[in-house]
């Protein structure tokens, strides 16, 4: 659950310095997870790799989080490329 702030306000005598519901937080369901994994160059600090699950997380219990977890990474990795992908020229440029 994410909490945010209620900007809608409303009705007569409501300003944003009042206490109305400008300076109210309310809770919103927050349903979807994202998952990234990064490789990193430790030469040049270039990305070279990226990798991501997204899923929605609603009612989701603590115990089953971790084995959503490494079904994510593993389905992230099954994408992974065997070898390198090589360079092409639209991609190299001159020093």
């Known amino acids: 659950m994410l909490y945010v702030h209620d900007w809608s306000c409303g009705g007569q005598g409501e ?30 600090s270039n990305q070279v790799w990226r990798g991501v699950a ?9 115990n089953d989080l971790d084995s959503r977890i490494k079904e994510a990474v593993r389905l992230i990795f099954k994408k992974f490329p065997e070898r390198p992908i090589p360079y092409t020229a639209a991609y190299f440029t001159p020093k």
């Open 15 to 44: 300003g944003a310095g009042s206490y109305d519901r400008c300076n109210r937080i309310r809770p919103v369901h927050y349903r979807e997870g994202t998952f990234i994994i990064d490789f990193i160059d430790t030469k040049n």
């Open 54 to 62: 997204v899923s929605i997380l609603d009612n989701i219990k603590p």
